[in-house]
């Protein structure tokens, strides 16, 4: 069932947690909220599930309101049908894996023979049907947060609410359980919303991503939006992107000058209005070594691209790729990706010509601006 959230406020004390949040979870979807830890992502799901009751706005789930602060109209946790999964293993360890799963289903009044058939259903979903009749301390940690999916499933929930369920699981089981999830959250259609701070899980979960910063959605879109068109620098920053500058005032898409520094950039961006940042991927960084004909190699072959010169302060070797910190000439460091040269080694102290096309330099604003900033803007 659809989730709307609109106008939402939640205020712990003085303290605000949660300042007029919209968001909504189209039937079927499956949207994650990512962001930092502490910048309200909890709270907003706490609300929804209604375990928690907001300062002010409204929550619906299907046609129903759950939640208005105007009414102020509150409906319970145990009548508004959500499943919740949390990063703890919430499963009864003296029950077996069949009685944890069919447990909603005997709250709700289910006759017992149905509860088993029922609950050994969502447990093939997850993969655990055979070990149904298992003492669930038995259980591996894996195992244990499969039961609890199993069992927020097995009420056939309007929305399910996950609330970084994998994040207590080693980094394999963290991937393959990740693939599942995916897997169950198409195959059944499920509503849900998913909370991590863990980008990769985030791209590899959603249909959309809801960027969350000090307690506002500061972006919503797809994985491809939101990796490869970030609404600002401190997103941008967020989502891995390690080179961020500030630029200098005054600067045009020709001379992109960064503040503080000698480098000048070209991009192929316009440059905003307001305080911004050029933002660099390291992946889209190039590095060659200055070894003889290198670098007139390099000159006239690409005319879009930036070249700067530097050296190299540290490289470290991936594998297929090497990571490395490169001094540029003029007072930046640039992080670079690059598979290691054909020839030579990229070593510390090792002079090196960086180039970056004009189209990989973006240009962001700092900050999504709030809606109060853009009301006052307007004004
Ligand atoms: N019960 C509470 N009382 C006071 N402050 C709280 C409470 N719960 C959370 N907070 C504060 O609200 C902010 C958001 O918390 P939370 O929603 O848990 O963030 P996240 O899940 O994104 O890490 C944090 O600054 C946290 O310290
Ligand atoms: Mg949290």
Not at 147 to 166: F, K, Q
Not at 230 to 235: G, L, V
């Amino acid at each position: 069932m659809e989730v709307a959230v609109h106008d939402l406020d939640l205020a712990y004390g003085d303290f605000t947690a949660i300042k007029s949040l919209d968001l909504t979870i189209p039937d079927g979807e499956s949207v994650v909220l990512l962001g930092q830890s502490g910048c309200g992502k909890t709270s907003t799901m706490r609300c929804i599930a209604g375990l928690e009751t907001p300062t002010g706005g409204t929550i619906s789930i299907g046609d129903k309101t759950v939640f208005d602060g105007n009414s102020g109209r509150v409906v319970p946790v145990y009548k508004r049908n959500v499943g919740m999964v949390f990063q703890s293993y919430a499963v009864w360890p003296h029950k077996t894996v069949l009685e944890n799963v069919a447990f909603p289903l005997k709250m709700k009044g289910v006759a017992k023979a149905r509860r088993r058939t029922e609950a050994l259903a969502v447990l093939e979903l997850v993969g655990l049907a055979h070990l149904a009749d298992r003492g669930a301390s038995m259980l591996s940690g894996g195992q244990m947060q499969r039961v609890a999916l199993a069992r927020s499933m097995a009420m056939s929930p309007s929305v399910l609410l996950l609330d970084e369920p994998l994040s207590n699981l080693d980094a394999r089981l963290r991937d393959d359980l990740r693939v599942e999830l995916r897997r169950i959250q198409t195959e059944r259609g499920l509503t849900s919303l998913y909370v991590t701070h863990d980008q990769q899980e985030a791209l590899a979960l959603a249909d959309r991503i809801a960027i969350m910063q000090a307690g506002r959605i500061s972006q919503l879109g797809t994985p491809e939006e939101i990796y490869g068109t970030p609404a600002s620098a401190s997103i941008a920053s967020f989502l891995g992107v390690t080179n961020v500058f500030p630029v200098a005032p005054g600067s045009t898409s020709r001379a992109l000058e960064l503040a503080d520094t000698e480098v000048v950039l070209r991009t192929d961006r316009a440059v905003p209005a307001v305080a911004s940042s050029a933002c660099i991927r390291p992946e889209d960084i190039t590095v060659t070594l200055d070894s003889g004909n290198d670098v007139s190699d390099l000159s006239g072959k690409r005319g879009d691209a930036n070249h700067l010169g530097g050296v190299v302060r540290i490289a470290v070797f991936q594998g297929s790729t090497i990571r490395c910190k490169v001094e540029i000439d003029g007072g930046i460091e640039l992080d670079a990706v690059c598979p290691p040269p054909s020839t030579g080694v990229l070593a510390p102290g090792a002079r090196v010509t960086v180039s970056v096309d004009a189209a990989a330099v973006k240009v962001l604003p700092d900050e999504v601006p709030s809606a109060e900033t853009r009301a006052a803007v307007a004004a």
